[in-house]
């Protein structure tokens, strides 16, 4: 017990003297997760204790990124959740392609496959020319690899299998080039799409937006960021917006749930309803 308490006041320390020392807020992290990366972090360095982390973090830089790395979560593949994308052409965007201009932001894109999936199904619909998305990451090593929209061969084939199950209206093999050990994505499917750096944490709202994606990334946070989270992206919406988060993400215990309509319960898409203003003046109802 004695162990955990000074385990846990250890990471508490690192925690607060790299938000300090660099801005990265990593206070309000699900800890349970969070302590687990730092203890493989200190596993990896040879390290007994979190205590002797602490002066390696604050002192050098390139240990920093590799605390960044260790917190980074990059499990993601493409057309992850083939129903979620059947639902996105579906239900989604139709919509959306009644607007001149479709404004996306894609949050904590990570290495990018997600990304290319929009890309491909928004090409399918005939809306690509139209997008603008905006992939966002705050791990800079995630995003040098989601630029470069090249993947490991081997996982080709649970690519294909999910985008089989998106029931697409052509072969995947249309939108990369492969060689012995690797796939690449076309340069054309990244013509409308900018890559940057954006914390959710730490940074701001990121324009009027019609539709953003953020999936199996709020799992991370504590209940306090994700309530925060989810207000920033409330305010990164236009009105009539959609969001979209993961299967075991939600906005039932948060307030800015007053403000969004269930689009597909199951797959977690909502669409926003009026301006907060309005809102209130209307008295609305609660809807999640």
């Not at 004695?2 to 990593?26: A, C, M, P, S, T």
Request: hydrophobic fraction near 40%.
């Amino acid at each position: 017990m004695r162990d955990k308490v000074l385990r846990d006041l250890e990471v508490e320390l690192l925690l607060e003297g790299i938000q300090r020392r660099y801005g990265h807020d990593f206070r309000h992290y699900a800890r349970a997760s969070l302590n687990r990366r730092v203890g493989n972090l200190v596993l990896k360095m040879g390290l007994k204790h979190v205590s002797e982390l602490i002066p390696l973090v604050l002192r050098d830089e390139r240990v920093f990124n590799d605390f960044l790395r260790e917190m980074s979560v990059t499990v993601t593949e493409m057309f992850r959740d083939p129903q979620f994308y059947r639902v996105l052409k579906d239900e989604v965007l139709p919509y959306l392609a009644t607007y001149p201009l479709i404004r996306i932001w894609h949050a904590g894109c990570a290495t990018g496959e997600e990304v290319y999936s929009v890309a491909i199904v928004l090409k399918q619909a005939g809306l690509y020319n139209r997008a603008q998305i905006y992939a966002t990451d705050f791990n800079n090593e995630s995003l040098d690899h989601a630029k470069a929209g090249v993947y490991e061969l081997d996982r080709l084939a649970k690519f294909s299998a999910n985008y089989e199950g998106t029931l697409p209206v052509e072969s995947l093999s249309e939108y990369y080039v492969t060689n012995d050990t690797s796939v690449k994505m076309l340069d054309s499917l990244k013509q409308h799409i900018t890559f940057a750096n954006h914390n959710l944490v730490t940074d701001g709202v990121f324009g009027e937006m019609n539709l953003i994606i953020c999936r199996n990334v709020l799992i991370y946070f504590d209940r306090e960021l994700q309530d925060r989270v989810l207000r920033l992206f409330l305010d990164s919406l236009g009105y009539r917006g959609f969001l979209c988060l993961g299967s075991k993400e939600s906005l039932g215990f948060s307030g800015v749930g007053e403000y969004f309509e269930p689009v597909s319960r199951s797959e977690r898409v909502f669409r926003r309803l009026r301006h907060e203003s309005q809102f209130a003046l209307a008295g609305g109802a609660r809807h999640d």
